[in-house]
């Protein structure tokens, strides 16, 4: 829907390059998966699909420098022969045909991309590309080509908070212990101007009250002024250091220094970026201290990138409410915005609020038994597959415990933290079409399981959303609160209320993924029928029903299941 617009404008001149920007690789498959249904249908465009440096590696572990990668030694001239080459033989520069040809030219796969990246007409890449100025593509946002850039900015609900962490950046003291420590012999002149630093660093923590404390305590501290005095030692630090890129030495520390040197230019980057929409952030916790520049709103600096592109279409299945995303997104009055119904039957969709069952901290301890049974109830009407959302890792466990007390017998599936790609593709292939008995698979909302996986028909029944997914109570999210609070009035809303109901939405949509689909969201929580929340759920969930009706949901559950076989 996004992409084949852009393409067409394309084919009439008004844009010369097209970025498709995601958030997670899921979402580049199913760009990849667009692209391959258009070119089978005629479409000739160079589609190219950048990949990770760290995921698409060769040699994994190694320092990145032609001295000890044989993937970039000789690189500028292996690949000037091979480009053209490359480009006549396909249309469509995968992470498969990369990787392939890196191993067939003994190239790097992620600089041959960047090469590719020179001549593709479609880019299929991570936000960070066009945003993250550590990483973005100078060629395509600094310098002056004259080209027409469109970005479409796929699953935008998710670019606020990584365009916050891209613009932010931090030193922790033990960074500066353990660094020292390594390259006091090796690296003397270094670590004289890294022992300068650390000591700066000291003596701007040192003098706030209240961090010296005996308690063992987390402890946090906000000001609105960046850290002028250790801004020089940085600075020192990183002219001395930067003869390292040339010393072949094979210390042993280099790949830490290098990776600690970058983190401190790009300290340096963000401090200079640093205005009212920053907070110098410190922070202690588990005996070590941070110090972060953070960014409090990237809406500027998302501005600034977009407008240098000649559009941007930010598009997502949850923008909603459409005051906040344009607030945090960098939209302006000229922003034009276009919400469409949903293609989809609503008579396809049971929706119902549980509004008896308080889901608040306070009160999970004592509800935990009665949620459990209300699961175990709803998901024993009809034989299928179901997902139940927490807000988080520590309540889904609790919960897990006490379901698998009380139903043994029942089968669930848990979420893991850090997950790798197997074990992901594992828990999926859990969901069949024809599961003996029901699965109910218990996963985290804002997670990975909770958008940009499909499971069509009769590979999920039904979602149960428990709590209406507020993120964290910590010092950054009520800095974050007290910013907006100033800025619109809504600072708790922008910091909590219209994050959760985000990812509440996103968990909501793993049910209907097509227009056959049949299934139930279920959300358990008392605040889903106050105003506040009722004037911020998507239109297309109306009209829906609360437990407040005095309705029998299992009879009623039961006679929206039957509607669906007559």
Request: one cysteine or more; charged letters at 25%; aromatic letters at 14%.
């Amino acid at each position: 829907g996004a992409l084949f617009p852009a393409i067409k404008a394309m084919g009439e001149k008004h844009t010369d390059k097209i970025f498709y920007l995601t958030a997670r690789n899921t979402a580049q498959s199913i760009a990849m998966q667009a692209y391959e249904m258009m070119s089978r249908a005629g479409l000739l465009i160079k589609t190219l699909q950048i990949t990770a440096k760290e995921k698409v590696c060769l040699t994994p572990g190694s320092t990145c420098t032609p001295e000890n990668c044989i993937y970039l030694s000789g690189y500028d001239e292996k690949a000037g022969k091979i480009l053209s080459g490359l480009f006549k033989e396909t249309d469509c520069f995968s992470r498969e045909f990369i990787e392939n040809a890196a191993r067939e030219y003994n190239i790097c796969p992620f600089e041959l991309s960047l090469d590719l990246s020179l001549k593709a007409d479609l880019i299929i890449c991570d936000y960070n590309y066009a945003f993250d100025p550590r990483v973005y593509l100078k060629r395509f946002f600094q310098e002056r080509t004259g080209e027409k850039i469109c970005l479409l900015v796929d699953e935008a609900h998710n670019l606020p908070d990584r365009a916050r962490e891209m613009y932010s950046a931090q030193i922790k003291r033990s960074q500066l212990r353990i660094m020292y420590r390594n390259i006091k012999i090796a690296l003397p002149s270094v670590a004289k101007e890294l022992k300068k630093l650390r000591t700066e660093f000291l003596k701007y923590i040192g003098q706030l009250p209240g961090l010296w404390d005996s308690s063992s305590l987390p402890w946090a501290w906000s000001v609105s002024e960046p850290p002028e005095s250790i801004i020089s030692p940085v600075e020192k630090f990183l002219y001395s250091a930067e003869k390292i890129f040339e010393d072949e030495t094979p210390y042993p520390f280099k790949e830490e220094l290098f990776s600690f040197f970058f983190d401190l230019a790009h300290f340096i980057k963000i401090y200079d970026l640093f205005a009212g929409n920053y907070t110098t952030f410190i922070y202690r916790e588990k005996g070590d201290i941070t110090l972060r520049l953070f960014c409090l709103d990237p809406a500027p600096m998302l501005k600034k990138r977009m407008d240098a592109a000649k559009s941007t279409i930010l598009f997502s299945a949850t923008l909603s409410p459409p005051a906040y995303f344009k607030e945090v997104l960098g939209c302006d009055e000229n922003t034009g915005f276009l919400m469409l119904p949903s293609p989809f039957p609503r008579e396809n969709l049971y929706l119902f609020i549980e509004d008896s069952i308080s889901t608040r901290y306070r009160h999970r301890e004592g509800t935990v038994s009665r949620l459990v049974k209300f699961i175990h109830d709803i998901t024993s009407i009809k034989n299928g597959n179901y997902l139940v959302f927490f807000p988080s890792f520590s309540y889904m466990r609790n919960a897990v415990k006490e379901y698998q007390d009380m139903f043994p017998d029942d089968k669930l599936i848990v979420q893991e933290i850090n997950m790798d790609e197997n074990q992901r593709q594992a828990f999926l292939g859990n969901f069949s079409a024809y599961n003996e008995s029901s699965l109910i698979a218990f996963a985290v909302m804002g997670g990975i399981f909770s958008e940009g996986i499909d499971l069509k028909g009769e590979l999920l029944s039904g979602a149960i959303v428990v709590g209406v997914g507020l993120p964290q109570i910590c010092p950054e999210r009520d800095i974050i609160k007290e910013y907006y609070q100033v800025k619109t009035g809504r600072g708790f809303d922008f910091a909590y209320t219209y994050p959760g109901i985000n990812k509440v939405q996103q968990a909501a949509g793993r049910v209907i993924r097509s227009e056959e689909d049949r299934g139930f969201v279920i959300l358990i929580d008392d605040r889903f029928a106050t105003p506040r929340y009722i004037k911020i759920l998507p239109h297309e969930w109306f009209p829906l029903k609360t437990s407040r009706e005095q309705i029998n949901l299992p009879l009623d559950l039961q006679n929206f299941w039957d509607a669906g076989t007559s």
